[in-house]
């Protein structure tokens, strides 16, 4: 069975600061998303990952995927306060189903 | 194009009555999948279905839970004499092919708002 962790849980960053949320996943898988949600919201896709290797930007985050290691990261450069919210990873697994990371609820400090 | 829509946004029901959760996914899509959100959790798979068919629900509890997507009409999570832990948020997605097979296009799942479920 497919199981997919994030870490850290929660991550309280200053504003300007740099960080990463890590995600890994247990079985073979090829494909990998990134969302956001803020609260009491529904899920905002950021990122699809489609190959081994493959890294996407957009704005201040930036998504990589190692598939070997079944890992995906996804870096926060300079973060500001808007970017506060809840990422999730999700990957796909053999069966086509979405399975879901924990979460990181980030909080971004001024 | 609207979007994945479902309603009620919000929903509260006293314990043993039923609830009713609403998907009409966005205009060409006739894969719908049916999530579960617990509070402070993450989304946990239930249910997928395309038209008049249920293909994976793996994910679905054994009792009170069914769910159903007609060859007309919304996709519809039905949940039986509710109790205090059905509240959650369920969120429905849709997509063009069977997720994640196929082209492009079969590697977009869109989220629909959610449903927030309250059992009093």
């Known amino acids: 069975e497919l199981k997919v962790e994030q870490n850290p849980l929660f991550l309280s960053m200053q504003e300007g600061k740099n960080y990463t949320i890590y995600c890994n996943y247990s079985?073979?898988?090829?494909?990998l998303y990134w969302y956001r949600q803020d609260p009491g919201k529904s899920l905002e896709s950021l990122f699809v990952?489609?190959?081994?290797?493959a890294v996407k930007q957009e704005g201040r985050l930036m998504a990589s995927l190692d598939t070997k290691a079944r890992l995906s990261t996804l870096h926060i450069t300079a973060a500001v306060h808007d970017l506060s919210a809840t990422y999730f990873c999700a990957v796909v697994s053999i069966t086509n189903k979405l399975i879901f990371g924990t979460g990181t609820l980030l909080a971004v400090q001024p | 194009n609207a979007g994945v829509m479902q309603n009620p946004r919000h929903l509260v029901r006293r314990r043993g009555q039923e609830a009713r959760l609403r998907c009409s996914p966005m205009?060409?899509?006739?894969?719908v999948y049916w999530y579960r959100q617990l509070p402070e959790e993450g989304l946990k798979f239930m249910v997928y279905?395309?038209?008049?068919?249920?293909?994976?629900e793996s994910g679905m509890p054994k009792e009170r839970f069914s769910a159903e997507f007609p060859k007309e009409g919304p996709s519809i999570l039905r949940i039986q004499q509710v109790v205090r832990g059905d509240s959650a948020a369920y969120f429905c997605?849709?997509?063009?092919?069977?997720f994640g097979q196929g082209g492009p296009g079969a590697n977009v799942l869109t989220f629909g708002a959610g449903s927030r479920l309250t059992v009093l």
């Open positions: 205009k060409g899509h006739s894969h």
């Open positions: 990952l489609l190959s081994n290797g």
């Open positions: 279905l395309q038209k008049e068919n249920i293909i994976d």
């Open positions: 079985t073979t898988s090829d494909r």
């Open positions: 997605a849709s997509s063009p092919f069977v």
